[in-house]
């Protein structure tokens, strides 16, 4: 396992999801919202990363929640996020794992904001100088990318389509971009061949 910063630290390698299950028990995160895609869950990527999580840790005695959700648009709109911010404050959750492309993450950041922000996500548009209201400490978002080529694991940006306007929009913000990005090969094995070729 290799691990560096960009300035997101990056674990990379077989061994990265393990590293990974050593740090949520040293951050001592006990309830977790998992932000992923029904394709991840169909093909069980997703219950692979979370038994891996539980399996891996050092700290066996202390049990994680994982609460899933995965209702999410192939281009995300602002419901989704909503959504997700209404998951992860109903079930208490103190962290959150972007698994998949580009889409989780994006809400996986959007959710990240209205956790400590008062919505709608509209309100944080960077043309619009939404950024100047990001101001609150937010939880801690981990990424785990099954995808290359948006870069979304390492970026500080969402790209939300907006329901007033029906555009896509940005969401803009240095503390958006993932505090762990951890870039494990082997899962993409699991996805639909074409998409592991991609």
Do not use: W
């Not at 992860?88 to 998949?100: N, S």
């Not at 937010?138 to 939300?160: D, K, N, Q």
């Amino acid at each position: 396992m290799h691990k560096f910063n960009f300035p997101t630290t990056i674990y990379y390698g077989k061994d990265s999801l393990d590293a990974l299950a050593r740090v949520i028990k040293e951050k001592h995160h006990k309830r977790i919202l998992l932000v992923t895609d029904q394709t991840l869950i169909d093909v069980g990527l997703s219950q692979k990363v979370m038994s891996a999580l539980k399996e891996h840790s050092p700290y066996q005695s202390v049990s994680i929640h994982f609460s899933v959700f995965s209702d999410i648009h192939k281009n995300p709109i602002e419901q989704d996020v909503q959504a997700g911010a209404d998951q992860y404050i109903k079930e208490k959750c103190d962290a959150i794992i972007a698994l998949g492309g580009g889409a989780p993450m994006d809400v996986a950041k959007g959710i990240k904001v209205l956790s400590r922000h008062e919505g709608p996500i509209s309100r944080y548009e960077e043309s619009q100088g939404g950024d100047q209201y990001i101001v609150h400490p937010m939880p801690t978002l981990y990424a785990i990318p099954t995808t290359a080529g948006t870069g979304s694991e390492v970026g500080r940006s969402a790209v939300i389509i907006l329901k007033n306007t029906g555009q896509k929009s940005v969401i803009f913000h240095p503390a958006l971009m993932p505090d762990i990005a951890v870039l494990h090969p082997p899962l993409t094995q699991g996805l639909p061949p074409d998409i592991t070729a991609a």
